[in-house]
């Protein structure tokens, strides 16, 4: 099976270690992997700063990107989910009408992919730390959890801890970081004192962005405990 990879803009720009580690967790799935390097952003940001023909524009040449006939996954929950709920809006009766249904019908986050389509979930991994798990908002949104929960289960050394309130969103939409600073601070504050109080080493998550939220906050508080891609969870140890 070939894929496409999408690379979400704050992976691609801060973290693209959880990029080249999907690529190593897929391929460790018996999966073929293709990378277009003409992608671009989506448009969620411009879409959640009320930009919507700047948005729509963004999405038409995000949609130009991904013409093959095959799945297309992506390390991260936010964008799938906002291409899944927002493009049929965006594209409704228009020319890309069909582009994007048959788009959206083939877009994966990445555990739901390795789970529910590989039916592949033990990878070799270890990682031999406390972690606790964080449910982002368009994870939940989509359903999805359980996926993650089940692929930690097979790390070697790892022993997840699971929060309280361990759905609760942490403030990391962009909007509110910029609108509301202090309530997005706020928010992720309450999100890592649960985490703390599990006595675990890492946050781990589907969402760089989520991670990357709390990891500003971590930053600034000196708190034992840092943040983790499950990308880079199961890559580790072989």
Request: with cysteine.
């Amino acid at each position: 099976m070939i894929v496409d990879l999408f690379v979400p803009c704050v992976i691609d720009q801060f973290f693209p270690q959880v990029a080249a580690n999907t690529v190593k967790v897929l391929e460790r799935a018996g999966v073929e992997v293709n990378y277009n390097p003409e992608q671009t952003c989506c448009g969620r940001f411009a879409y959640n700063a009320g930009f919507l023909e700047d948005a729509k524009a963004l999405g038409e040449k995000f949609l130009d990107d991904f013409q093959e006939d095959r799945p297309v996954v992506a390390p991260t929950a936010a964008c799938v989910h906002y291409i899944k709920k927002h493009y049929p809006e965006l594209y409704y009766n228009t020319s890309n009408h069909l582009i994007f249904k048959k788009f959206v019908s083939s877009l994966y986050e990445l555990t739901d992919f390795l789970v529910n389509q590989l039916h592949f979930d033990d990878f070799g991994a270890e990682f031999a730390y406390k972690v606790t798990y964080h449910d982002s908002c368009s994870a939940r949104q989509m359903g999805l959890g359980k996926e993650a929960r089940q692929l930690l289960s097979k790390v070697k050394g790892l022993e997840l801890i699971e929060m309280k309130q361990t759905d609760m969103c942490c403030g990391a939409d962009l909007t509110m970081q910029l609108n509301h600073e202090p309530l997005a601070v706020g928010m992720a504050s309450h999100k890592i004192k649960n985490a703390l109080n599990t006595g675990a080493d890492y946050i781990v998550s589907t969402d760089m962005n989520c991670l990357m939220h709390q990891k500003s906050v971590l930053d600034a508080t000196k708190y034992p405990i840092r943040v983790i891609h499950i990308a880079d969870v199961l890559a580790s140890g072989w």
